[in-house]
């Protein structure tokens, strides 16, 4: 159902400047839906939006980096003020960079993975947990990675990076859901956006970032708390899950590695 205008809700997005989150945030416009927008390229978010011709009272542009928690709180009390609590917050911004634990200069990309992709979900959460739970109504959307089923060779600090943003989701999960408000994992597998498109590797089942946007938006509808996307993936997901250890030790022995190289976060 669309809503009306003067009803409509609210959902606050972050890393909406491209790929997943801008096109969650095109899939939600068209549902009626207001907008908050987060990016660190905040100029060029407001351009994209002004492109859009939406009506200027149905979204704003918040300018914060994820990895610094002042920013993000400060773009949290703005949207507050401004556009009042979220009925959907969804903590997409995230980067995927290799890292090679044998190599010194290797941890601080390492910290720069967690900060950006777990720590900076959290903070997105923070502001908007206690207004849910009064409310007791609202849905908390973590971005996780088909990544974060099994460590991948290659990619210690993005594996363990979803790895804990699918157990904090979990844990928060456990903890709202008697308030009412609802926590939904989205482990995307192969998506076409800036994040991939430098792969030097097969990459199965790819889908476009539209496409991921429609199945997470009746995901985070129906309160799903789980949801691989595409459903093939999840296939994957599953053996690889449940693949014993000797088994998956030897299959991913097996492959070449390769590091990926080092790219900004959206």
């Known amino acids: 159902m669309t809503p009306t205008q003067g009803t409509a809700p609210l959902v606050f997005i972050t890393g ?3 790929g997943i989150g801008q096109a969650l945030a095109l899939r939600y416009a068209q549902a009626g839906w207001r907008l908050a927008l987060v990016a660190r390229r905040g100029a060029l978010m ?6 859009q011709g939406w009506p200027q009272s ?3 542009v918040y300018e914060a980096d994820v990895r610094h928690e002042a ?14 609590l979220p009925e959907v917050v969804i903590a997409n911004a995230g980067i ?5 634990l044998s190599l010194a200069e290797d941890l601080p990309v390492l910290r720069d993975l967690l900060d950006t992709n777990v720590i900076g979900l959290a903070a997105t959460f923070q502001p908007f947990i206690d207004g849910m739970r009064q409310r007791r109504r609202g849905t908390l959307v973590g971005i996780a990675s088909v990544a974060s089923v099994r460590g991948l060779p290659g ?5 363990a990076a979803k790895g804990a943003v699918v157990q904090l989701c ?3 999960r456990g903890e709202l859901r008697p308030h009412g408000v609802r926590v939904v994992t989205l482990a995307p597998g192969y998506i076409d956006t800036p994040l991939t498109r430098e792969n030097d590797y097969p990459m199965p089942f790819l889908m476009t970032p539209e496409a991921f946007a429609e199945r997470a938006f009746r995901a985070i509808s129906a309160g799903e708390r789980w949801r691989v996307i595409p459903w093939q993936m999840g296939v994957v997901a599953t053996i690889l899950r449940w693949l014993p250890r000797g088994w998956f ?8 590695h390769r590091k990926k190289r080092r790219r900004d976060g959206v």
Do not use: I, K, M, P
């Not at 030790?249 to 070449?256: E, K, T, Y």
């Open 16 to 18: 909406a400047s491209s």
């Open 170 to 172: 979990e844990t928060l």
């Open 71 to 84: 920013e993000v709180a400060e773009a949290a009390r703005a949207c507050l003020q401004a556009q009042g």
């Open 96 to 100: 995927s960079v290799g890292v090679d």
């Open 249 to 256: 030790d030897a299959l991913v022995g097996s492959q070449r």
């Open 46 to 51: 407001r351009e994209w939006a002004t492109a």
């Open 58 to 60: 149905h979204w704003a």
């Open 155 to 159: 990619h210690a600090g993005y594996c």
